[in-house]
C-alpha cells in the first residue's frame, strides 16, 4: 500500500530534471523585476516632476503627478505578492536541480556555492521588496498622505540600492542557466533529443 502511494506521488522528471518541460522560476523573475523597477522608475519620475512638467507640456503630454505615484504604488504592491512565488518555485527547482562537479563560473564559485548565493539573495530580495512596500504603504496613507511628492528621498535611494542588489542577483541566477547548465530548457531539450517534436538539423 504504502509503495503504491509512493509511486502516485513520484513526479516523473523531464529533460530538466523537473515535473514539467519549462521552468518556471525563471518566468516569474521577470515578474519580480520588471514591476519592481516600473514602481521605482515611476515613483522616481512622480518625485521629480516638477522639473519634468515643463518637458511633457512641450511634448502634449498629459500628465498628473498623482498618476506616477498610482503606477508605483500599484506596482510594488504587484512585485511584493509574486515575489513570494518567485522565491517558493526557486527553491522547488534548486532541489532538483543536478549541479555539475568541477565548473566555475567567471565569478570563480562552483555550481553550489552560487546555487546557494542565489538562494539567500533571493530570500534578502523577499524580505526586502515586502519591507519597501509597508513602506510605501506608510507613506501613501500615513506620513505623506497629503504631500504633493508621496515617497522619501530616502525611500528612492534605498529602492536604487536594491535595484543593485538584483542586478547581483540576476547575474547569479544567469550564471546558474549558462555556465552550469541548470534548467535551461530549449538547450536542454535539443541536446539530449527528448521533444519528438524537435527536429536536429
Not at 512641450?58 to 506596482?75: D, I, K, T
Not at 539567500?120 to 524580505?127: C, Y
Amino acid at each position: 500500500m504504502n509503495s503504491q502511494l509512493m509511486g502516485l506521488l513520484e513526479l516523473k522528471q523531464g529533460a530538466n530534471n523537473l515535473p514539467y518541460e519549462i521552468p518556471m522560476h525563471p518566468n516569474l523573475v521577470h515578474f519580480t523585476l520588471g514591476l519592481f523597477i516600473i514602481a521605482i522608475v515611476f515613483d522616481i519620475a512622480g518625485a521629480l516632476f516638477p522639473l519634468e512638467r515643463p518637458i511633457l507640456k512641450f511634448l502634449g503630454l498629459p500628465a498628473l503627478r498623482s498618476g506616477f505615484f498610482e503606477v508605483g504604488w500599484y506596482n510594488l504592491v504587484a512585485s511584493a505578492a509574486i515575489t513570494f512565488f518567485t522565491v517558493a518555485w526557486g527553491f522547488f527547482e534548486a532541489m532538483l536541480a543536478k549541479l555539475p562537479a568541477k565548473v566555475e563560473s567567471d565569478w570563480g564559485f562552483g555550481a553550489k556555492a552560487t546555487l546557494l548565493l542565489h538562494g539567500l539573495g533571493g530570500i534578502l530580495l523577499l524580505a526586502a521588496i515586502v519591507a519597501m512596500a509597508v513602506w510605501r504603504g506608510l507613506q501613501r496613507y500615513r506620513c505623506r498622505r497629503n504631500a504633493p511628492r508621496q515617497v522619501q528621498w530616502s525611500y528612492l535611494l534605498v529602492g536604487i540600492v536594491i535595484l543593485g542588489i538584483m542586478y547581483v542577483q540576476g547575474t547569479l541566477g544567469a550564471q546558474l542557466g549558462d555556465e552550469f547548465g541548470i534548467h535551461v530548457t530549449a538547450a536542454n531539450l535539443l541536446e539530449n533529443s527528448k521533444n519528438p517534436n524537435v527536429q536536429l538539423k
